[in-house]
């Protein structure tokens, strides 16, 4: 099993900075895929930021000149960086990992952090 979790979220001011980490533990193989998502009040959850192993990113448009997702392989954490926040950056931030265990080696299966609450106040 792969346990992902999640620290750093808070309240800010617009315009403020916060920094997510994601820590993934347990009997870990190989991780692929690092990504934050996020849901906000009363939306569907929405992919904001994504990097591979090798260090490929990708971003939401929303969050793009903003948000810089990266990740340490070492430490199995991955990392979101998010400046000029605005109010409708608020959201439950969530961690994935698309990883494989000891037990099932190149077998990859999806795994969720608990959130972590971002809110930005105007």
């Known amino acids: 099993q792969v346990h992902l979790v999640e620290s750093g979220g808070g309240l800010v001011q617009a315009g403020g900075s916060l920094r997510l980490s994601c820590t993934a533990s347990?009997?870990?193989?190989?991780?692929?895929?690092m990504r934050w998502y996020r849901q906000g009040p009363g939306k569907q959850r929405e992919l904001v930021a994504g990097i591979t192993s090798a260090g490929s990113t990708n971003y939401a448009d929303s969050v793009k000149e903003r948000f810089t997702i990266s990740r340490d392989n070492a430490k199995n954490t991955v990392y979101l960086q998010m400046n000029s926040l605005k109010p409708e950056d608020t959201a439950v931030y969530y961690c994935y990992a698309e990883a494989s265990t000891r037990a099932t080696m190149w077998r990859f299966d999806d795994y969720w952090g608990q959130g972590t609450q971002v809110t930005v106040s105007s």
């Open positions: 347990g009997s870990i193989f190989s991780i692929n895929a």
